[in-house]
């Protein structure tokens, strides 16, 4: 079956706009996770949903970012006002439960110009 | 809070070596242990866990030991292959069921 799918691979912005970065996570997992990942440094956690509800938002560096999983499938990571420092890549993850391992997607690169 | 720390890279290894990747964390309770590995051009995959003290675990050659006296989870591999070079990422699930990721270790194994 298919992995964690994220769309787009790569995204280039400038400074001020608006994003959306899109997860699909692998079918029947109720978890999923977003993190970012900044160059040399480990993942960092950003949100956490249990079917569609956000368990645990405390990793959003502030309110420009959101997100939602309306159906409890498919989550949007959604970006405002996009600052330089917002450019990482943003990987998604989704498992089985709280207690199942983590089975991420490639990620998506973003670039604010 | 909870945090992982990890060994800088890069560490540079000729084939056949013997490997070691030092982690060692910091959590409340008693958090379950992993190592993510990241290929080039590929996302984090889950290489081996343990979820209680003394346990090991292990896949594709490496192994890891939960200790809890020393709240450590070193990665060991007796004999490294060009294919294992990757980053190889230590991280924690505490109470909070937040994976906390150590900041990555890159290997490079050399032929």
């Known amino acids: 079956g298919a992995g964690v799918s994220q769309t787009p691979s790569n995204k280039v912005t400038e400074k001020g706009k608006y994003v959306e970065l899109r997860c699909d996570p692998i079918s029947g997992h109720t978890a999923l996770y977003w993190y970012r990942q900044s160059l040399g440094q480990g993942p960092e956690f950003l949100i956490y949903?249990?079917?569609?509800?956000?368990?645990?938002d405390s990793g959003l560096p502030n309110d420009r970012f959101f997100a939602v999983r309306p159906e409890g499938s498919v989550s949007t990571l959604k970006i405002q006002r996009t600052e330089r420092g917002d450019s990482a890549v943003y990987l998604c993850?989704?498992?089985?439960?709280?207690?199942?391992?983590?089975?991420f997607g490639n990620g998506t690169r973003l670039t604010v110009t | 809070g909870n945090s992982v720390t990890q060994m800088e890279g890069p560490v540079t290894l000729s084939e056949e070596a013997f490997l070691t990747i030092n982690c060692t964390y910091t959590a409340t309770g008693y958090p379950s242990l992993f190592w993510y590995v990241q290929y080039p051009g590929e996302g984090l995959q889950l290489l081996l866990k343990a979820t209680k003290a003394d346990d090991k675990g292990s896949n594709k050659g490496f192994e890891a030991t939960y200790r809890k006296e020393t709240t450590s989870f070193h990665l060991e591999k007796g004999s490294v292959q060009v294919s294992d070079s990757a980053v190889y990422f230590c991280?924690?699930?505490?109470?909070?069921?937040?994976?906390?990721f150590g900041s990555g270790t890159r290997l490079l194994v050399r032929p």
């Open positions: 993850a989704s498992s089985l439960g709280r207690e199942s391992p983590l089975h």
């Open positions: 949903f249990q079917g569609t509800g956000a368990a645990d």
């Open positions: 991280a924690l699930i505490g109470s909070s069921y937040k994976l906390i």
